[in-house]
């Protein structure tokens, strides 16, 4: 099965349009604190001018259910991405329009107390304290953290570190349902390449 491709920290139409024309699946757009941030009426203004059969994603974190409820609503959205220590009733509540993150230190032991529609396991803030491995940097976990995310028997998305040059390797490794970028491909915060973009895409669909 080909696997899915996510463009996240879209903050403009012209990126947002360019990923859809290579291909992207889902797009994200993060309501929280971080250089990409975006506001509801921004996102709704590019959501209204993109073509059908895209999912729109909205980036969450600690936020209350309310707040997410209504900026999806405003904004057109298809699914919530808890990013932040949102529990399992959250995910309840908003079940089956959401996608619950976590890094490889924070996976609970028993993920089927977090109804959604998929986990994502976000390596770029990772550490490893059950292995005793602490993060030095990203470059340096890939490869055990790939192996930890195959056994996520799940709709699994793989995000974290990821560029056009590892994608597919990490595809190979990890086996995920989809696969997530956002600094990956970009020319500066906020800001996509898309060169960058259209490799990477091509790149995890195993396109030439």
């Not at 941030?37 to 203004?45: C, G, K, L, S």
Request: hydrophobic share 40%.
């Amino acid at each position: 099965m080909m696997v899915r491709v996510k463009i996240c920290g879209l903050t403009n139409l012209e990126d947002a349009l360019a990923a859809v024309e290579y291909g992207a699946d889902a797009l994200g757009f993060v309501f929280a604190p971080s250089p990409r941030r975006v506001t509801p009426d921004a996102v709704r203004e590019i959501v209204a001018r993109l073509p059908p059969f895209v999912t729109k994603v909205g980036v969450f974190v600690n936020s209350k259910l309310a707040e997410i409820r209504e900026t999806m609503s405003r904004c057109g959205l298809d699914l919530a991405q808890l990013h932040g220590e949102e529990g399992p009733d959250l995910c309840e509540s908003l079940f089956p329009r959401v996608i619950k993150a976590f890094n490889p230190g924070n996976l609970p032991p028993s993920l089927e107390r977090y109804r959604a529609a998929a986990i994502m396991l976000d390596i770029g803030r990772a550490s490893c304290p059950s292995n005793g491995i602490e993060q030095a940097g990203v470059q340096n976990l890939e490869p055990l953290h790939w192996t930890i995310a195959r056994d996520i028997r799940c709709h699994m998305i793989l995000a974290g570190g990821l560029t056009p040059e590892n994608v597919a390797q990490a595809i190979r490794v990890a086996q995920p349902y989809a696969v997530d970028v956002s600094s990956g491909v970009e020319e500066r915060p906020g800001k996509k390449d898309h060169g960058k973009m259209r490799d990477f895409i091509n790149a995890a669909k195993g396109r030439r």
